[in-house]
């Protein structure tokens, strides 16, 4: 970012946060996906500055977002990410054989330190945002062992070598913050996890077996290890200042420039972890609880508690489940990545087929029979119904008062059932009428059961019969017609009808109901029997 010129008054702590944040701008900006891809072109350089054409290269050839820009729109996002302070302008003589070259080539640019830095930040969580990250353990007991041999080496009597002691501070610090930001990258990833309520079966396991065993083995390892780190820090604290002043003196690195220009907020400098005190005494809050503020071992406790709660918690939910009391947050979820996928129209028909929001129905009640309402009638214009009171005052046509009692047919079904065996008995006894009738129609008077079950068996013979042309006799040049297969039966009266054409036959049947006569047929009647074949036996009266 561009020093303030010289006499200008130092920014207030309000507008160097606000200047600070206005660096995040791009992550957000419409344009986020170009900006990062040009802010990814000048993190891949080390004090480089480069020009338009120069970042145009290295976009077309890494591809993505930003390998279509040209020239004029790159130029917009380098200046606008200047403005953000994420870039800063270059001072480097520059070279064109035209003006426009020239134009477009004086602008160079460079990453400031605060765009380089959010943008590590920012590849780091688009990497690796999701990802469980799993936990240094190990790292803690180099630090315990690092911790007792520099308490041992300062309290020998002459102390440590400054290189020595500078060195094993170091390698301490940087041991320390990779197991304490592993362990806050853990447990936020499974803050996240036990926040869902949407675990199955097979995720809850893969999560219990998570708490039961990897943190488990976490919380067991910090507490035996925690009290012989604080052990050691008390050991090592009376010579801390001692150990501080002699590194100090040994490599000054920046602290000299630090120095030289005091009172310039440009110079101000970060030092490598362990050489402040404040640094230690961080250290020993890890582990120990210091003026009365719990220690990170005990808040890691209570996380581990958290975290069962919640496990305990997804438990019961899917207990529940069972009794139908089941969560609807995948479905909501897969609900709303619908709507953000669907066009507007389809957004709207989603919307009415998953909340039942149809459009306004009008409800009328039907006319008079005797009146007819064309369909194009306006209501306004159309006749008068007369509504139910029930339907006016309360809006339901339901009855109100006591719900009658279901009525008993029982009678009712006995007398079918009686009614139906009296016309199988009926039937029956035609039937043996006519078997025993067959043969001696002439002779007997069929009652009107008897002839209506022939009249029935007559018809369905008739029915299957199927008519054959023969040749006339001689001197007749007319030819004739016989009936085959003119059959019928009913096999649960056990009687079967056949009927043969015979020319000259007569046939007289007398029954109450009157005579029927019947020319040039002769009907046969038998009763049907099962064989042990399984084929039918007809006894021709």
């Known amino acids: 970012m561009e020093k303030p010129a010289p006499g200008t008054p130092p920014e207030s702590g309000d507008d160097a946060t606000r200047r600070r944040l206005d660096a995040y701008a791009y ?52 200046e606008q990410l200047e403005r953000w302070g994420n870039l800063l302008r270059g001072s480097h003589t520059v070279k064109a054989s035209s003006i426009t070259e020239y134009q477009r080539s004086r602008a160079r640019y460079q990453v400031s330190r605060l765009g380089e830095r959010i943008q590590r930040d920012a590849d780091g969580v688009l990497a690796e945002a999701d990802a469980a990250r799993e936990v240094s353990n190990e790292l803690l007991a180099l630090v315990e062992r690092g911790l007792r041999e520099l308490a041992e080496l300062v309290s020998e009597p002459g102390g440590i070598a400054p290189q020595d002691g500078l060195e094993r501070v170091s390698t301490l610090f940087v041991q320390f913050a990779e197991f304490a930001d592993s362990i806050r990258d853990f447990y936020a990833y499974l803050g996240q996890v036990l926040a869902r309520y949407d675990l199955d079966s097979a995720e809850y396991q893969g999560f219990k077996e998570l708490l039961l065993d990897y943190v488990e083995a976490i919380t067991e390892d910090v507490a035996f290890r925690a009290p012989r780190i ?11 200042p001692v150990l501080l002043d002699r590194l100090d003196a040994h490599a000054q690195g920046l602290t000299g420039l630090s120095a030289q220009s005091e009172g310039r907020s440009e110079a101000r400098v970060q030092r490598s972890r362990g050489r402040e005190l404040a640094d230690w005494e961080g250290l020993r809050g890890w582990f120990s609880s210091t003026d009365g503020q719990g220690s990170q071992v005990d808040q890691l406790r209570d996380a581990t508690l958290r975290a069962l709660q919640s496990l305990l918690a997804n438990a019961k939910r899917m207990l529940r489940s069972a009794t139908g009391e089941m969560s609807r947050r995948r479905d909501l979820l897969r609900l709303a990545r619908w709507f953000d996928e669907a066009a507007p129209q389809d957004a709207h028909d989603i919307a009415v087929a998953a909340f039942g929001l149809y459009g306004a129905r009008h409800l009328g009640i039907p006319p008079a029979t005797d009146e007819v309402v064309p369909a194009y009638t306006s209501w306004w214009t159309g006749p008068v119904v007369e509504v139910p009171v029930a339907l006016r005052e309360r809006g339901s046509r339901a009855q109100r008062g006591r719900t009658s009692s279901v009525e008993d047919h029982s009678a009712q079904k006995k007398r079918l059932r009686e009614a139906a065996r009296e016309r199988a008995a009926a039937r029956k006894a035609a039937a043996d009428e006519l078997r025993s009738a067959s043969g001696r129609f002439d002779d007997v008077r069929l009652t009107s059961a008897a002839l209506s079950l022939l009249l029935e068996l007559l018809a369905t013979a008739l029915g299957n019969a199927q008519l054959e042309r023969r040749a006339g006799a001689a001197g007749e040049r007319a030819p004739e017609f016989g009936l085959d297969a003119a059959w019928s039966e009913d096999a649960d009266l056990g009687i079967w009808l056949t009927v043969h054409r015979t020319a000259g036959t007569r046939t007289l049947l007398h029954s109450a109901d009157g005579d029927l006569l019947l020319d040039d047929l002769e009907l046969v009647i038998g009763r049907t029997s099962a064989t042990a074949a399984g084929e039918s036996e007809m006894n021709v009266s």
Request: aromatic share 4%.
């Open 230 to 240: 604080s052990a050691a820090l008390d050991a090592l604290w009376p010579h801390l």
């Open 27 to 78: 992550l957000s900006a419409p344009e986020r996906l170009e900006h990062i891809a040009i802010m990814r072109v000048f993190c891949g350089t080390l004090l480089a500055d480069l020009a338009v054409p120069d970042v145009m290269a290295k976009l077309r050839e890494s591809g993505g977002a930003g390998a279509k820009l040209d020239a004029d729109t790159l130029t917009a996002r380098l």
